[in-house]
């Protein structure tokens, strides 16, 4: 149980496109999920976080007119990079959070993102 | 905000041997901590938890520890095999009521020599 997909696994892009990654539980429903960023050899940054319904919540320095986050349902989230640049080329990995109280995340496989 | 440091940044031992990884916390009201393991280019794994109300944990082979006043918190693995080889990340968060997101500490590489 606790399954998070996401898709794709890997996008290469032009600069300047837009690119869209969802992220979806599987058999639990998942009021609220996370997006986190990693870059090479680095830790897991907390971009944003998005609960069904409502507008996502961005940490300090992510910009939201960038990082476009769509929570339609309670098994979808998408995180669309509008514009991607070179310097977005990441490894996003979503997280997402069983409904009912629980407090323990599941992540996604993650989506490597190269901006070309 | 919440910050948490975490060391080794690289941790070797020999099969068999145990490992420890400590992490501290700057957030007194933190009160979930999780950790972590993180194999190249794949998802993090949940090994083991912890809550505040609680100063240790054990399943199987590895422990977490929780110091509260001091505001740290260990991660101990016993019996080390090579399939233990992997980024461990520890983290931290508030749990008011309803999911939060995690700050990670910057992750310790354990290598497991045969």
């Known amino acids: 149980g606790a399954v998070v997909s996401q898709h794709p696994s890997r996008v290469i892009c032009k600069s300047g496109t837009s690119v869209k990654i969802e992220c979806r539980s599987l058999d639990f429903q998942a009021t609220t999920m996370f997006w986190y960023r990693q870059f090479p050899k680095q830790s897991l940054m907390l971009m944003a976080t998005?609960?069904?319904?409502?507008?996502?919540?961005?940490e300090q320095g992510v910009e939201k007119d960038k990082f476009l986050i769509n929570h339609a349902s309670l098994t979808l989230s998408t995180l669309t990079v509008t514009s991607a640049h070179p310097e977005d080329s990441s490894f996003y990995i979503c997280?997402?959070?069983?409904?009912?109280?629980?407090?323990?995340?599941?992540f996604g496989p993650g989506t490597r993102l190269l901006v070309l | 905000g919440e910050n948490v440091e975490q060391h080794p940044s690289t941790l070797s031992v020999q099969e068999g041997d145990s490992a420890v990884i400590k992490c501290t916390y700057s957030?007194?009201?933190?009160?979930?901590f999780p950790w972590y393991k993180q194999e190249l280019g794949k998802r993090p794994q949940l090994i083991i938890d912890?809550?505040?109300?609680?100063g240790e944990k054990k399943d199987q082979r590895i422990a977490v520890t929780l110091n509260k006043t001091a505001k740290h918190f260990s991660l101990h693995i016993t019996e080390t095999q090579p399939e233990d080889s992997a980024v461990y990340f520890c983290a931290a968060s508030f749990k008011g009521g309803g999911a939060d997101g995690l700050t990670f500490g910057k992750g310790t590489h354990l290598i497991i020599q045969p």
């Open positions: 997280s997402a959070a069983v409904r009912g109280g629980v407090e323990t995340q599941y």
């Open positions: 998005s609960n069904e319904g409502s507008k996502a919540t961005y």
């Open positions: 957030d007194s009201a933190s009160n979930y």
């Open positions: 912890i809550r505040s109300n609680v």
